[in-house]
């Protein structure tokens, strides 16, 4: 069975840096697919960035690109997202996701 355990969040000023972690467990992190995604109230989930090809490739959503980097330590099987300049729009919840299943996710707050 696969379980996703996301840890990291957190509040911060504008301009803050935090860094997510997903432990991954019955699921191998350097597989095909795994990636980060976001859920602000009120508004539609939002892929943010996503690793493929065994960690060779990575894909950002336009608006956190140059800001956050996603990537994965094989020893420890768990993905991270470091997220740096950080803004009041980031803020939201955070799940890591294999694609068929998520973690319970970590909230971000950003403050202005």
């Known amino acids: 069975q696969v379980q996703l355990v996301e840890s990291g969040g957190g509040s911060v000023q504008e301009g803050g840096s935090l860094r997510l972690s997903c432990a991954a467990s019955g699921y191998t992190a350097r597989r095909n697919y795994m990636a980060w995604f976001r859920q602000a109230p009120g508004k539609e989930r939002e892929g943010v960035a996503a690793?493929?090809?065994?960690?060779?490739?990575?894909y950002y959503t336009d608006s956190v690109k140059g800001r956050f980097t996603i990537s994965q330590d094989d020893a420890k099987n768990t993905l991270y997202l470091q997220l740096n300049s950080l803004k009041t729009e980031d803020t939201a919840m955070y799940y890591c996701?294999?694609?068929?299943?998520r973690g319970q996710g970590t909230q971000v707050t950003v403050s202005s």
């Open positions: 690793i493929v090809a065994r960690g060779r490739v990575t």
């Open positions: 996701t294999t694609g068929a299943d």
